[in-house]
């Protein structure tokens, strides 16, 4: 069982807002910032959002917040090519290390 | 541009050892942390090590601790991953990730490369 929960799957039509939750404790996303990453075709995973930061690669369509023991990562504007799988990250220091949720299957309509 | 390249995995019997590599470039290697990520078959992202920007500060899942270390060579640019006694369930793709700061708990893993398949059976 991970150590972040996030919902096994999500889907949206294309122009759509959709939000991919991660849900922690306070060993974790309470204080820690949280990246997110997102994995196509189990290809290599790539940084969409880390803490505050948007990498300079990825559209602004892309967001990211978070509010107590739960963080949220949020695409408006929903494209085709952002179908994948989306995983969330924080470091533990109840764990002292590094935990990943389970993953949420994004699947646009 | 910034590469990690992984490389070392293989077939290997259980009980057995094998040394992952993540050779890099395109940044500063010994300004950041770095970090080994596992995928198995089928499931999801695994955290496995994580070690700081000067190799002292190392930290390890609970599941390869004891029997993985990680290190890093800074005057190569190069991440290892030292896998001793390995098992079935280590049988996974194996990625090397840059953290986006120096110490080992920073915002996150802001380049990752493509990994190497570890697979372990007899």
């Known amino acids: 069982q991970s150590a972040l929960t996030q919902e096994a799957s999500v889907s949206g039509t294309v122009g759509q807002k959709v939000t991919l939750s991660c849900t922690g404790n306070?060993?974790?996303?309470?204080?820690?910032?949280v990246g997110w990453y997102q994995q196509i075709s189990h290809g290599a995973p790539k940084a969409v959002m880390f803490g505050n930061s948007l990498p300079s690669d990825i559209p602004d369509r892309f967001s990211g917040s978070k509010s107590g023991t739960t963080a949220s990562l949020t695409i408006s504007g929903l494209q085709a090519e952002d179908e994948a799988d989306y995983y969330c990250s924080t470091w533990d220091k109840s764990l002292s290390g590094w935990v990943f949720g389970g993953g949420t299957k994004l699947t646009v309509l | 541009e910034v590469l990690l390249v992984a490389s070392g995995g293989g077939l290997i019997q259980p009980g057995g050892s094998l040394r992952l590599s993540c050779t890099t470039s395109g940044f500063t290697f010994s300004n950041y942390a770095m970090t080994w990520v596992r995928q198995a078959p089928g499931k999801g992202l695994e955290w496995v090590a994580v070690i700081g920007g000067s190799p002292g500060i190392t930290y390890y899942a609970d599941s390869v601790k004891g029997r993985f270390t990680i290190s890093r060579d800074n005057s190569k640019n190069t991440l290892y991953l030292q896998m001793n006694s390995l098992r079935a369930d280590d049988t996974a793709m194996y990625s090397c990730?840059?953290?986006?700061?120096?110490?080992?708990?920073?915002?996150?893993?802001?380049?990752w490369g493509q990994g190497t398949m570890v697979t372990v059976s007899s």
């Open positions: 306070s060993n974790n996303i309470g204080n820690y910032a």
């Open positions: 990730a840059k953290l986006s700061g120096f110490g080992v708990v920073a915002q996150g893993f802001d380049i």
